[in-house]
């Protein structure tokens, strides 16, 4: 009798180290699909990343405001101090488009700056897109920036934002100012790059780096 029992708890120590075993296989293979994954995730980003960068424009450049806000001074301040050749009117038409290779748009409305400039919204999305139409017709690229942050957003300067991301190249966008993600479906919606910054001091490195040569 003592032999049958040593022989059985021999066969149950066997049958209890397979199973330990097997469990132990499974959890390293958990712990090796897990990386994959991951991998997976920052190649798609680096993808991305590189679709975007291949995005370079040129100059001479044509800076206009959409919505007569003061951002627009601000872009003017910030082209300046990277040195590109460019020339601002803030009422530009196709008229005024020359032998400019890139049009900056510097998105945001205000009622004030509407009022000074002589024009109501509707005239100013009319005039925007007449000038977005012969930049098109030109083979001109168009940059869309919207900086001014949460304060730039809401139903007036919503109404330039969309036309504007239709029809740009490429947009470089404060991120505080999407925080519903509007723009973010804009850009997919057209298949444009958007790159986020986090303020508006950002704004020179970007600009730097999508007219870099």
């Not at 925080?179 to 850009?187: C, N, P, R, S, Y």
């Given at each position: 009798m003592k032999k049958y029992l040593k022989i059985l708890l021999a066969f149950a120590l066997v049958i209890g180290?397979?199973?330990?075993?097997n469990s132990n296989n499974a959890t390293t293979e958990e712990k090796t699909e897990a990386p994959a994954t991951e991998n997976v995730e920052e190649a798609t980003t680096n993808e991305e990343t590189e679709a975007v960068a291949e995005v370079t424009f040129e100059e001479p450049i044509l800076l206009t405001s959409v919505g007569q806000s003061a951002d627009v001074e601000m872009v003017k301040s910030i082209v300046d101090r990277v040195g590109l050749d460019y020339t601002a009117n803030n009422l530009a038409t196709s008229a005024d488009l020359g032998e400019a290779k890139t049009l900056i748009l510097a998105i945001g409305g205000s009622s004030k700056g509407l009022g000074a400039a002589g024009i109501d919204a509707d005239g100013e999305l009319k005039r925007v897109q007449e000038l977005i139409d012969a930049a098109k017709?030109?083979?001109?690229?168009?940059?869309?920036?919207h900086i001014g942050?949460?304060?730039r957003r809401g139903e007036l300067s919503d109404k330039f934002i969309k036309p504007s991301f239709e029809?740009?190249?490429y947009a470089i966008v404060v991120k505080g100012g999407d925080?519903?993600?509007?723009?973010?479906?804009?850009?997919a919606d057209n298949g444009i790059g958007l790159e986020y910054i986090e303020s508006i001091t950002d704004t020179t490195t970007a600009i730097e780096n999508a007219f870099a040569k």
């Open positions: 180290l397979t199973a330990c075993g017709a030109n083979d001109v690229k168009v940059l869309a920036l942050g949460e304060a029809a740009a190249d925080t519903d993600e509007f723009m973010k479906g804009l850009a």
